[in-house]
C-alpha cells in the first residue's frame, strides 16, 4: 500500500472502518497477522519527521499518521492558537514518505465540549514532572492523554499488531508513553526512531534555523558533552557528570538547565554511589540549555 495518496479521515467511526477494511485487504493479500504502524504528530510537517515515518514504513505493512494540534500539551492559549495548520502540504508529506492513512480531527471531535473538556485526563505522575514537565506543568498529563485517546480510536483489530513510533530525540516523552502503554496496558508496542544529527554533532531540531553561526558553534557543547559520557561509559570508567558539564559551561553564551544521567525507563537520576562506579547497565544522559535565542535538548543512550 504505497503508491497512492494518503486516505484522509475525521471521524474516529471513519478512521476505525477503514482500519478495519486495510487490515482486511493485508490478510486477503496473503499476511495473517498483519502489523500497523501510528506516527502521532501535531502537522506542520517537515522533512525531519521523515525518519519516522521511513521507519514506521519500513516495519509495517499499514502506516497511519494522526494530525492533531494539542490543546492540553500547550503552556500558553496563544502558542496553541498560533501553531501552523498545513494539512494539505502534511497530507502530501505523508503521502511522499509511503503513509497509508491520515487521522486528522479537529479539536470538538477528539475533545467534545472542550475547553470544559475533557474531564477526566490521564497523569504521567512523577515521570512527567521532571525535567521538561519542571518548566512546562500539565505538558506531560496533556501528552499522555492524547496519545491514550489516539491508541484507543486507531487500535487496529486482532489479529492485526499495533506499533506506536517515537522520536529518541524527545526522551523524556518517549520514557512517559512507554510506560504509559505497560501501565493502562495497552496493546502497543513502542518503537523509538533514533534521534538524527547534523556531521557537526549537533541534534537536529526545527529551532536550529534560529540559531546564528556562533549559536551553532556553542551548541555543540551539548553533543561534545554527551560523547564525552559515552565515551567514559564505553571504556568501563566511572561517569565525571561534573566535568560533562563544564564541557558546557565553558562555551560562550550557553546556559545550561541540566544535565543529568538516569535510568531509561523510570527517569530516575542516577545516584553518586552508581556513578562512582562503571556503569552496570545502559544509561540515558539528558540535557538542555539554553543557547540563545533558543532552548534545546539533546540526549544520548550509555552503554556500559
Ligand atoms: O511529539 C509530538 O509531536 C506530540 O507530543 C504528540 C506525541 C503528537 C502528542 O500530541
Not at 479521515?9 to 482486511?24: E, G, H, K, N
Not at 505538558?139 to 499495533?162: E, M, R, S, Y
Not at 553561526?213 to 557543547?221: I, K, V
Request: glycine share 6%; net charge negative.
Amino acid at each position: 500500500m504505497t503508491d497512492q495518496q494518503a486516505q484522509l479521515v475525521t471521524t474516529t467511526q471513519a478512521a476505525r472502518d477503514l482500519i478495519a477494511a486495510t487490515v482486511a485487504e493485508a490478510i486477503a493479500d496473503g499476511k495473517p497477522n498483519p502489523t500497523v504502524g501510528l506516527v502521532p504528530t501535531m502537522g506542520a510537517l517537515h522533512d525531519g519527521h521523515g525518519a519516522l515515518f521511513e521507519q514506521a514504513r519500513a516495519e509495517n505493512d499499514v502506516v497511519i499518521a494522526s494530525i492533531f494540534v494539542n490543546p492540553l500539551q500547550f503552556d500558553r492559549d496563544e502558542d496553541f492558537e498560533n501553531y501552523p495548520s498545513t494539512l494539505n502540504a502534511d497530507l502530501e508529506l505523508v503521502t511522499r514518505y509511503g503513509g497509508d492513512i491520515v487521522f486528522a480531527p479537529d479539536t470538538q471531535h477528539m475533545y467534545p465540549g472542550y475547553p470544559d473538556a475533557p474531564q477526566i485526563r490521564v497523569s504521567a505522575g512523577e515521570m512527567g514532572r521532571m525535567f521538561e514537565g519542571a518548566s512546562r506543568p500539565g505538558h506531560f498529563d496533556g501528552v499522555c492523554t492524547v496519545v491514550a485517546k489516539l491508541w484507543n480510536i486507531l487500535i487496529p483489530p486482532a489479529p492485526a499488531q499495533f506499533r506506536s513510533y517515537f522520536g529518541q530525540k524527545d526522551a523524556q516523552q518517549l520514557a512517559i508513553v512507554t510506560r504509559m502503554a505497560r501501565d493502562l496496558n495497552t496493546d502497543v508496542a513502542i518503537r523509538a526512531v533514533d534521534l538524527v544529527r547534523a556531521p557537526s554533532g549537533l541534534a537536529l531540531s526545527s529551532r536550529n534555523v534560529r540559531l546564528d553561526d556562533h549559536g551553532m558553534e556553542n551548541a555543540l557543547g551539548l553533543s561534545k558533552a554527551l560523547h564525552y559520557l559515552a565515551d567514559q561509559a564505553a571504556a568501563g570508567v566511572p561517569l565525571d557528570i561534573a566535568a560533562a558539564r563544564d564541557i558546557i559551561r565553558a562555551q560562550e553564551n550557553v546556559e545550561l538547565d541540566y544535565l543529568e544521567i538516569v535510568d531509561p525507563a523510570t527517569l530516575a537520576s542516577l545516584t553518586p554511589q552508581q556513578l562512582a562506579t562503571p556503569l552496570a547497565s545502559e544509561a540515558l544522559a539528558l540535557v538542555a540549555a539554553w543557547v540563545p535565542p533558543v532552548r534545546l535538548i539533546d540526549n544520548m543512550l550509555l552503554a556500559p
